[in-house]
T-cell receptor
Framework: SAVISQKPSRDICQRGTSLTIQCQVDSQVTMMFWYRQQPGQSLTLIATANQGSEATYESGFVIDKFPISRPNLTFSTLTVSNMSPEDSSIYLC?????????FGQGTRLTVV | GEDVEQSLFLSVREGDSSVINCTYTDSSSTYLYWYKQEPGAGLQLLTYIFSNMDMKQDQRLTVLLNKKDKHLSLRIADTQTGDSAIYFCAEMTARQLTFGSGTQLTVLP
């Protein structure tokens, strides 16, 4: 398996500002995934990030709001832009290796 | 499209067995997973089963898969208070990992 280090683990942000979340994997992985978990909800896939190409966004998520970078096979960032209180969630990055999907520790974001 | 469903709540007495159920719709799923999420924590992989298997046992955990009915279950034997958490099933298809809504397991003393 692999280990993903995600930071920050939590943050409290003012509305209208942006926050960039980083994930570092200790192995090279082809795809990385970004999920959102709203309070009391399941995980919803935001986008899939492949190295060297633009991220693929799921319905309801757009690049202007959630720009993603994937500069190499071990690193990715997700930015939550122009935040509003509705963006308060846990954000998780993930990847897969062989049979296992593994996750970062999550970023608990509160927008005030 | 992919759709994974679970019941939202389950309560059991300490020492009893817990059975958490999950249904899915995508017949092309390759692996099915069970994750545990404790309050304020991330996701912990508990176990997984390949789609051509029908059962997998791992200590107190037993996973049953009925591929015909697209039904997955997780049985926890001798449930303990430390097992109280939200349990998510998830299916892996060629495209992505899709999660159920999660089942909140409460273990009563």
């Amino acid at each position: 398996s692999a280990v993903i280090s995600q930071k920050p683990s939590r943050d409290i942000c003012q509305r209208g500002t942006s926050l960039t979340i980083q994930c570092q994997v200790d192995s090279q992985v082809t795809m990385m995934f970004w999920y959102r978990q709203q309070p009391g909800q399941s995980l919803t896939l935001i986008a899939t990030a492949n190295q060297g190409s633009e991220a693929t966004y799921e319905s309801g998520f757009v690049i202007d709001k959630f720009p993603i970078s994937r500069p190499n096979l071990t690193f990715s960032t997700l930015t939550v832009s122009n935040m509003s209180p509705e963006d308060s969630s846990i954000y998780l990055c993930s990847s897969t290796m062989n049979t296992e999907a593994f996750f970062g520790q999550g970023t608990r974001l509160t927008v005030v | 499209g992919e759709d994974v469903e679970q019941s939202l709540f389950l309560s059991v007495r300490e020492g009893d067995s817990s059975v958490i159920n999950c249904t899915y719709t995508d017949s092309s799923s390759t692996y099915l997973y069970w994750y545990k999420q404790e309050p304020g924590a991330g996701l912990q992989l508990l176990t997984y089963i390949f789609s051509n298997m029908d059962m997998k046992q791992d200590q107190r955990l037993t996973v049953l898969l009925n591929k015909k009915d697209k039904h997955l279950s997780l049985r926890i034997a001798d449930t303990q208070t430390g097992d109280s958490a939200i349990y998510f099933c998830a299916e892996m298809t060629a495209r992505q990992l899709t999660f159920g809504s999660g089942t909140q397991l409460t273990v009563l003393p």
